[in-house]
T-cell receptor, first 116, second 118 residues
Framework: DGGITQSPKYLFRKEGQNVTLSCEQN?????MYWYRQDPGQGLRLIYY???????QKGDIAEGYSVSREKKESFPLTVTSAQKNPTAFYLC???????????????FGEGSRLTVL | AQSVAQPEDQVNVAEGNPLTVKCTYS??????LFWYVQYPNRGLQFLLKYITGDNLVKGSYGFEAEFNKSQTSFHLKKPSALVSDSALYFC????????????????FGTGTRLLVSP
């Protein structure tokens, strides 16, 4: 079955450590997104990518980095510069992300990061 | 900027009763509107969307939503609630002018927790 796989499901890290969250999709989608979810704040966009080797900052990109070396993969690194990294992170994809796209996002199951 | 508002943090309803989860939007141009559901520690699942056409949109699991242009609303409804409908519901709107690139994202509301009691 096609879908989006995020790993790990749960992750603990110490302050000052970088951590990388994996996101892999086999939907053959061009566009991929990373959202952060905090209680009462909905989903906020961290980074997005419309095509391989290209990505753009979202609304809350500070302290995060991404890469898009393959169409299927869009890993997110939470760096030590992120002041409050404890959150639920969601990866999503869309067929093309362009103007003709009707906009349905497909989500992974999420990764919960806790900083100790 | 495109935005949606979900005025209720939580909605409580008894099983078998009709339910409504409210959403209002603010957009320039024609809105593309979505509803998603999230169960605990899971990703979001698509329920339904409004692009154009009939103002009453039918979606998954018996849910439907009514688009009202004059009231700028897109409320989620279900005629008879189930305990298993208890979850977090998000309204979202497409933002296609973001960054002037023609690339689009979804802007989400803050979510409404639905609690259906037996």
């Amino acid at each position: 079955d096609g879908g989006i796989t995020q790993s790990p499901k749960y992750l603990f890290r110490k302050e000052g450590q970088n951590v990388t969250l994996s996101c892999e999709q086999n939907l053959n989608h061009d566009a991929m997104y990373w959202y952060r979810q905090d209680p009462g704040q909905g989903l906020r966009l961290i980074y997005y990518s419309q095509i391989v080797n290209d990505f753009q900052k979202g609304d809350i990109a500070e302290g995060y980095s991404v890469s898009r070396e393959k169409k299927e993969s869009f890993p997110l690194t939470v760096t030590s510069a992120q002041k409050n990294p404890t959150a639920f992170y969601l990866c999503a994809s869309m067929a093309s992300g362009g103007r003709r796209e009707t906009g349905e996002l497909f989500f992974g199951e999420g990764s919960r990061l806790t900083v100790l | 900027a495109q935005s949606v508002a979900q005025p209720e943090d939580q909605v409580n309803v008894a099983e078998g009763n009709p339910l409504t989860v409210k959403c209002t939007y603010s957009v320039s141009g024609n809105p593309y509107l979505f509803w998603y559901v999230q169960y605990p520690n899971r990703g979001l699942q698509f329920l339904l969307k409004y692009i154009t056409g009939d103002n009453l949109v039918k979606g998954s699991y018996g849910f439907e939503a009514e688009f009202n242009k004059s009231q700028t609303s897109f409320h989620l409804k279900k005629p008879s609630a189930l305990v298993s409908d208890s979850a977090l519901y998000f309204c979202a709107v497409r933002d296609i002018n973001w960054g002037n690139t023609g690339f689009q994202k979804l802007v989400f509301g803050t979510g409404t927790r639905l609690l259906v009691s037996p």
